[in-house]
């Protein structure tokens, strides 16, 4: 006999920003620590096809899976948490689901029906629901709905939800909500209103929750998770308090605390015991106690929203763990470097001060895209070059380093990539030929996982410990090997290459305490308690930079 899989769907109320992504997480790899095979699902209601044309500072990351997929940051979240590697039908967008069925139409597979909201497009929902656990033959599969309940782009996804629930069996279905319980100043104890009329506005349109996932600064008190069972309907078993903790990689075990395996495997009707957790907490217990301490500048085009580099951020925790070293992060504008002597501006002690990154114990850049703010990451790519600061570029990173190397190593004053001048003389940056025909712009990067070799006699071999890696990239643009025995003849190097040598990926430069430039996304492959090798050996030579400063 087949057992159908489970399904597990996490709704939010009151406001966006709650944690659902964090909760789907933790709830998944709870489960997963029970031995069952569960993935999760992001549903993100906006009409884009995918989150790849998205603003960063309004959207936050996106993360590329494995198969060239743009996702919403929280498919890295499941990724991370359960070490899993996922795949761009993890996250559904209404655009997508808005597509399938225009197509469908299209070729005739309605036969003349009048395409509606109900069934057609909730149909095409559950269609896409149903496949993924089949596909990958899972026992349970979470599904995280984003918004917020009552937003208007929600509705057909809630309202598909809810026939699943009627489709199948009682025991085949759980919902949580994610809810808050904000505490006023004037008042000073925990309000329960927002939950009460989310969870109203939930059963209004035909859900009634299973379990409440309530965000809050300190831990839910007895009375509070009292007077929530009571006007939620809700047992308080299944009131779970998701109150601030130091690391996200603590809420598995808060949650497991409170016994909200328990309540799920028992509405499922699935006998599994979780199992011992202590290996997860020995990873959770190295983000909260560290014996040493240092100090990274990312300098980006993005820093506003922090979001936007979020498996960046992630990565550097995770070598940060796994040295004992708790990790400070400025998030620097780059356009703070650009800032010419004399003008008025309110960048307070940075300006164009760049002698104020030698206070750093390292320095990275992150990826992105166009000309505002290149000007000052290639000075501060350059800064950290000739102060011998250890330095991490990423992508656009990795491009704007061989810039600066270019200009004021090699003397290449004009040099440049066509992104930002398509005229300069020395274009050490380039267009990919691939990318000259294509129009569109969503979907079109190179995108995904390429294989990479490594030389033998490189730093690159000697971090990651082989000739060959894997990893995912996102990128129209090139290193112009037009111009590589120039930049090694003065003393850089490419270590690594894909495509048959094509395409540079790694450059280095030997002499440096570390200096290690990216084509690829290595943030991407990066998990807890097991750190991407890049970030972890630029954490360890930027331990090794904070010790020979104090030695001076």
């Keep these: ?124 929902i559950k269609n896409q629901l149903r496949e993924i656990p089949v596909k990958e033959n899972l026992d349970i599969l979470v599904v995280e709905c984003g918004g917020t309940v009552g937003d208007i782009e929600s509705l057909p996804f809630l309202e598909a939800l809810r026939q699943m629930k009627l489709e199948d069996e009682y025991s085949d279905t759980f919902f949580i909500h994610v809810t808050l319980a904000p505490v006023l100043d004037t008042v000073g104890d925990q309000k329960t209103k927002p939950t009460q009329h989310s969870v109203q506005e939930l059963r209004r349109i035909g859900i009634q929750p299973d379990l409440l996932a309530v965000r809050c600064k300190t831990q839910l008190t007895k009375d509070t998770i009292r007077k929530i069972s009571l006007f939620a309907n809700i047992s308080p078993e299944s ?169 004021y190593v090699c003397k290449l004053s004009d040099a440049n990539t066509t992104e930002i001048n398509e005229k300069t003389t020395n274009p050490v940056i380039v267009y990919m030929p691939e990318q000259k025909h294509i129009k569109n712009l969503g979907g079109t990067m190179r995108l995904g996982l390429h294989e990479i070799d490594l030389s033998s006699d490189s730093n690159a071999f000697e971090i990651y410990k082989s000739s060959s890696i894997e990893r995912r990239h996102r990128h129209r643009y090139e290193f112009n090997q037009n111009f590589k025995e120039l930049l090694e003849k003065h003393g850089m190097r490419f270590t690594g290459s894909s495509d048959n040598k094509k395409r540079i990926e790694i450059l280095e430069i030997p002499n440096h305490i570390f200096y290690f430039g990216i084509q690829y996304h290595g943030e991407f492959h990066s998990r807890p308690g097991n750190p991407e090798p890049s970030f972890e050996h630029f954490i360890r030579a930027s331990i090794k930079n904070k010790i020979s400063k104090k030695d001076i």
């Design 239 to 407: 009131v779970m308090s998701c109150h601030d903790v130091s690391s996200i990689y603590s809420v598995p075990e808060i949650l497991y605390e409170q016994g909200i395996a328990k309540v799920i495997l028992k509405k499922l009707n699935l006998s599994f015991v979780l199992d011992d957790i202590s290996n997860w907490k020995k990873i959770s217990k190295t983000y909260v106690s560290y014996k040493d301490h240092i100090k990274i500048a990312i300098i980006g085009k993005y820093v506003n929203l922090k979001d936007s580099y979020v498996s960046v951020y992630q990565a550097l925790l995770h070598a940060g763990a796994k040295l004992g070293t708790e990790i400070e992060i400025d998030w620097v504008d780059s356009e703070k470097f650009e800032v010419k002597s004399g003008d008025v501006n309110d960048y307070g002690s940075f300006g164009n001060n760049l002698n104020s990154l030698y206070s750093y114990d390292g320095i990275l850049v992150p990826g992105g895209f166009g000309g505002r703010g290149s000007e000052g990451i290639i000075n501060a790519s350059n800064y950290a070059r000739a102060n011998n600061i250890p330095y991490l570029g990423i992508c656009f990173g990795f491009q704007l380093a061989i810039i600066a190397f270019a200009r």
């Design 1 to 124: 006999m087949v057992i159908p899989p489970k399904f597990i769907f996490v709704t939010g109320g009151v406001m966006s920003g709650l944690g659902k992504g964090i909760v789907t997480s933790s709830t998944a790899k709870l489960l997963q620590l029970c031995g069952l095979k569960v993935s999760c699902i992001k549903i993100d209601p906006y009409l884009n096809y995918d989150a790849g044309t998205m603003n960063p500072l309004t959207h936050g990351e996106v993360f590329v899976t494995e198969d060239g997929g743009e996702c919403d940051m929280d498919v890295g979240n499941y990724e991370r948490f359960l070490d899993v590697n996922l795949t761009i039908d993890h996250n559904i967008t209404t655009g997508r689901i808005y597509s399938n069925v225009i197509k469908s139409e299209r070729e005739g597979k309605y036969l003349g029906q009048c395409v509606q909201i109900i069934p057609h497009i909730t149909d095409e």
